[in-house]
């Protein structure tokens, strides 16, 4: 006689195996259910087109009809910055662009000097201790060489002085390119930072076509003029810089706003350099007597008020050398005039 009875672990293996299959199915019925949900956001809810995904504007658009599904979406991807072709082509940083106007380039992080949380809270006593010491710690990491305290300084100085001067940051751009160009050709040795960084930002004014006198670097600068004008004739040299004797028409356009003059007054103070020009009067003289001296007698020709005075201080230059080169363009004038 046969025993059919089942024993007590074949019971068990078989529900087992009976809940597992069910478990399976479950869960296939679960992804089949998440695919058609999934597969139902992919389409348009109008026309059941496809949807694509506008990355530039933020917005979920079908394909067909063109109807908006989302808009304003959040990329939550790393924030990739372009400046320039190759950054865009690689696409490997994000962040603020790079600058030579900084002895780091920027790619260091700064801590603020106010002791202040996320929520403009201020921050207890221990916290501010903390804080002082990561930022001692900070600055003795960002500068880690002799070199690198040297560049921080010099790039400090010429920002200080582009500021006093109202040079563009394009100017500052350029002296700090100078700057970094002489001290990788071991040209300081004997030279002050001070004396370098002025007659760095001295000739990036000049090629970037905004000049500033000398008389007006050294009002703003902690070196003499003759130093200036040494470290700047030296610097030009060694570097091979390609600067063009300097236009006194550059001038005008300061000259004219600061005394508050109107457009008529610059053009024909324009008119008169290019006058000089063609005589050979601008020929051994200084552009800004040139250019201060055109400003004033242009305002007499125009019947606008202006003393010598006031232009000597615009300009930074004696009164004197003002009478003396207004004199001089009008006689040349009257000479082009007069057939």
Same mark, same amino acid.
């Given at each position: ?180 160009? *002489? ?6 040795? %004997?030279? =002050?930072?001070? $004396?370098? &960084?002025?007659?760095?930002? #001295? +000739? /990036? @004014? ?69 006058? *000089? ?6 020929? %051994?003289? =200084?552009?800004? $007597?040139? &250019?201060?001296?055109?400003? #004033? +007698? /242009? @305002? ?40």
């Amino acid at each position: 006689m046969t025993d059919t009875r089942t024993r007590p672990n074949e019971r068990t293996e078989t529900s087992g195996e009976r809940t597992k299959s069910e478990s399976d199915e479950e869960q296939a019925t679960e992804r089949q259910s998440e695919e058609r949900v999934v597969d139902e956001r992919e389409r348009c809810p109008e026309c059941g087109g496809p949807l694509v995904t506008d990355e530039e504007r933020g917005e979920r658009v079908c394909d067909d009809c063109g109807l908006v599904v989302e808009e304003d979406a959040v990329d939550r991807g790393p924030e990739w910055r372009a400046f320039d072709a190759n950054e865009r082509e690689q696409k490997s940083r994000v962040g603020a662009p790079t600058t030579t106007m900084m002895h780091d380039k920027g790619l260091s992080t700064n801590i603020d000097w106010r002791d202040r949380d996320a929520y403009g809270n201020s921050l207890g006593s221990r916290q501010r201790e903390k804080m002082q010491r990561l930022r001692k710690w900070n600055e003795r990491f960002r500068t880690r060489d002799s070199k690198e305290r040297n560049l921080k300084q010099a790039l400090g100085e010429i920002d200080r002085m582009a500021s006093a001067l109202g040079l563009p940051d394009s100017v500052r751009e350029m002296a700090s390119v100078i700057y970094r160009r *002489a001290l990788d050709e071991n040209l300081l040795p %004997g030279r =002050s930072i001070e $004396g370098v &960084a002025t007659g760095s930002l #001295y +000739a /990036a @004014a000049r090629q970037a076509r905004t000049p500033r006198s000398l008389d007006e670097l050294t009002a703003v600068s902690r070196v003499e003029k003759d130093e200036i004008a040494r470290t700047y004739r030296y610097v030009a040299r060694e570097l091979g810089l390609e600067i063009e004797p300097a236009d006194p028409k550059s001038y005008v356009p300061r000259f004219a706003s600061e005394l508050d003059l109107s457009d008529e007054t610059e053009r024909r103070a324009r008119s008169l350099l290019d006058t *000089a020009t063609e005589q050979g009067i601008h020929s %051994g003289k =200084s552009p800004v $007597g040139l &250019a201060a001296a055109a400003v #004033y +007698a /242009a @305002a007499l020709l125009t019947n606008e008020k202006v003393t010598q005075s006031e232009v000597s201080e615009v300009a930074n230059i004696s009164e004197v050398t003002i009478r003396n080169r207004y004199h001089e363009l009008l006689d040349a004038e009257e000479e082009t005039i007069t057939p």
